[in-house]
């Protein structure tokens, strides 16, 4: 499926769960998830890691709600499993879509303009560099007997300077390589929204509104 | 007349080029990684609370990290959109990252972008001190905590938990997104990297 329209999905249908109140659809909703990602070939580990992390605020949510809420156990299962609703409909997305074509679509098909499809493609690409760039600035720092920690300014302020100084270097090289800003391009890689993306969206959105119609529990 | 023209021309330009773009992008990446880093502290917290049924403080304790994007590079890029777009990206990153909300966090992103904004927008992009920089401060809270109140079912919580859930969030909010983003601010000021 196109991933623009995919994300769109994704986003709607974890919004509308957001405002209704229905256990069973979350767990529809979390088993057609679960059978998609399992299709797509993705590794144990960050199977695991989609099972394993959520169960965390999961567990903390129902026990408050159970101690606490008024609304009883039923509503504090809603809450449980809304939360894995929203981490297995994302990981529909994220496990299966590279953020490459997301921002090529959303340029060709959604007219998000040029300059921002490419210039935050650009900035993502680098995310394995920043992690670095972060573990240099803190142990840097360290070696003058500096612990920089996530409260620390220091530690943003030489991030935000790094990111000056990349951003200016980024878009230079962009712009060497024929990049000109608010001008119409010509595209290598050309996706469409087909047919049948079309057809998947309305339809799955449509059978997500008559699940949450008729199942109220 | 041409002169004048070119002159208006000037002033009206557009602060969306490629580079300011990309700028936001980095610096909500930056932020987004810096706090991934923080993340263990979020489940260890959790975990401690739950066994009395705190866990939603866990939450709002860490609420201002998350809203920090927002409002620094809504100061560092001075105009529309800027503020959500940096928040947004940075809700983005934990998205890919694995983050624990999947697609929460995208609905999050957008809600916490939005609300991060709207502080900026009651000022008129024009008050760039520690007064617009409150008023974000408060649109951010008031109106995550109404999103959070929908999403995490806080509103089947009692008065008084739900006023120490607000009042912790206000603070968290207030010493991330304020008191550090100021500080921070006031560093880019120092070291005139920045046009500010």
């Known amino acids: 499926m196109n991933p623009g329209m995919k994300l769109l999905l994704v986003m709607l249908v974890a919004l509308e769960i957001s405002f209704t109140q229905s256990l069973i659809v979350n767990i529809i909703l979390i088993a057609v998830s679960l059978l998609y990602i399992l299709t797509q070939h993705i590794s144990m580990k960050a199977l695991f890691g989609i099972i394993f992390w959520p169960l965390f605020p999961a567990v903390g949510l129902f026990v408050s709600q159970w101690l606490y809420g008024s609304a009883g156990i039923h509503f504090a299962w809603i809450l449980f499993t809304r939360i894995y609703a929203y981490v297995f409909l994302g990981a529909t997305f994220t496990l299966t879509s590279s953020i490459t074509d997301l921002s090529l679509t959303l340029e060709q098909d959604f007219h998000l303009p040029s300059k921002f499809a490419y210039g935050v493609l650009a900035a993502f690409n680098l995310m394995p560099k920043i992690a670095e760039e972060v573990r240099i600035i803190k142990t840097s720092a360290l070696m003058r007997g500096d612990a920089l920690h996530f409260w620390s300014p220091k530690l943003y302020f030489k991030s935000i300077l790094s990111s000056i100084q990349w951003s200016h270097n980024l878009a230079e090289a962009m712009t060497s390589h024929g990049f000109v800003e608010d001008y119409e391009r010509t595209h290598y890689k050309v996706i469409r929204i087909t047919a049948l993306d079309w057809t998947l969206f309305i339809v799955l959105l449509a059978v997500v509104q008559v699940l949450l119609f008729f199942i109220r529990y | ?196």
């Open chain 2, 1 to 196: 007349m041409d002169n004048k023209s070119q002159a208006s021309g000037v002033k009206k330009q557009s602060q969306w080029t490629l580079r300011n773009i990309i700028l936001i992008a980095l610096i909500a990446i930056f932020t987004g990684i810096i706090f991934w880093g923080a993340g263990f502290l979020y489940t260890a917290l959790t975990v401690a609370l739950t066994p009395f049924g705190m866990a939603p403080f866990a939450n709002d304790l860490l609420m201002g990290l998350w809203c920090m994007a927002g409002p620094l590079t809504g100061f560092i890029i001075r105009t529309f959109g800027s503020a959500f777009l940096g928040e947004f990206l940075g809700a983005s990153v934990e998205v890919f990252l694995g983050g624990q909300w999947g697609a929460g966090a995208f609905i999050s992103g957008l809600v916490q972008g939005i609300a991060s904004e709207l502080g900026f927008t009651l000022t008129g992009y024009k008050r760039y001190d520690w007064f617009g920089l409150n008023a974000s401060i408060f649109t951010t809270v008031v109106i995550t905590f109404a999103w959070d109140m929908i999403r995490n079912g806080c509103d089947k919580f009692s008065l008084p938990l739900l006023l120490g859930l607000f009042v912790t969030r206000y603070i968290s909010t207030f010493i991330f997104a304020g008191v550090l983003t100021k500080m921070i601010v006031k560093l880019l000021d120092r070291s005139k990297a920045i046009n500010l």
